[in-house]
């Protein structure tokens, strides 16, 4: 199972809004509305942030959305913040009944 | 809010074994599926397992099927996974999730494969 698609890096300023693309297959984010995103500070353990495409556990700010279209997913956050500078990562469910992460975004807040 | 705990990992040698645990409390432990994700250092996330509810079934990544197995004990509300046939490679930061709207993940334990 090839990795999900992220881009390296992404950057924006506080205040502004940022988009994380993920893209996959027809076999994993195309297949299902199980694509999940979460966030990791450096040292820190992986925090969720959205579930099932566009779900936020409780506790994650509404700054913080999901989607999907087709293969590829998104994470938005809007007004960013400088705690929001860390690497996120999205997951999805495949067809193989398994998961499959992305490589990874670090997001800079300039 | 859910509270996951991992243990049990360490330095072991090419072709050694060793069982990691993960104890969770805050959370309905036997209604959710449980997973375990590994980390490289210096690296990105990577699936390695995962299990649903009453330990029924039971689905691993391609590299480590055949050497690893999941399991879980509901009235203990402990995950298990036990690692054979150890690698190099499979030198990570182990980590026990939860996902969905209870979600969460553990703090992860250290393994070290290495002569």
């Known amino acids: 199972q090839s990795a999900l698609t992220q881009p390296a890096s992404v950057s924006g300023s506080p205040g502004q809004s940022i988009i994380i693309s993920c893209t996959g297959t027809?076999?994993?984010?195309?297949?299902?509305?199980?694509v999940s995103w979460c966030q990791q500070h450096p040292g820190k353990a992986p925090k969720p942030m959205i579930y099932?495409?566009?779900n936020r556990p409780s506790g994650v700010p509404d700054r913080f959305s999901g989607s999907k279209s087709g293969n590829t997913a998104s994470l938005t956050i809007s007004g960013l913040q400088a705690e929001d500078e860390a690497d996120y990562y999205c997951s999805s469910y495949t067809t193989s009944h398994t998961w499959v992460f992305g490589g990874g975004t670090k997001l800079t807040v300039l | 809010e859910v509270q996951l705990v991992e243990s049990g990992g360490g330095l072991v040698q090419p072709g050694g074994s060793l069982r990691l645990a993960c104890a969770a409390s805050?959370?309905?432990?036997?209604?959710?599926?449980m997973n375990w994700v590994r980390q490289a250092p210096e690296k990105g996330l990577v699936w390695v397992s995962r299990?649903?509810?009453?330990?029924?079934?039971?689905n691993y990544a391609d590299s480590v099927k055949g050497r690893f197995t999941i399991s879980r004990d509901n009235a203990k509300n402990t995950l298990y996974l036990q690692m054979n046939s150890l690698r190099a490679e499979d030198t990570a930061v182990y980590y026990c999730?939860?996902?969905?709207?209870?979600?969460?993940w553990g703090q992860g334990t250290l393994v070290t494969v290495s002569s």
């Open positions: 805050g959370l309905t432990h036997s209604n959710y599926w």
């Open positions: 999730a939860v996902w969905g709207a209870s979600g969460g």
């Open positions: 099932e495409v566009s």
């Open positions: 299990i649903n509810s009453d330990g029924s079934i039971t």
């Open positions: 027809s076999s994993d984010i195309g297949a299902y509305n199980y």
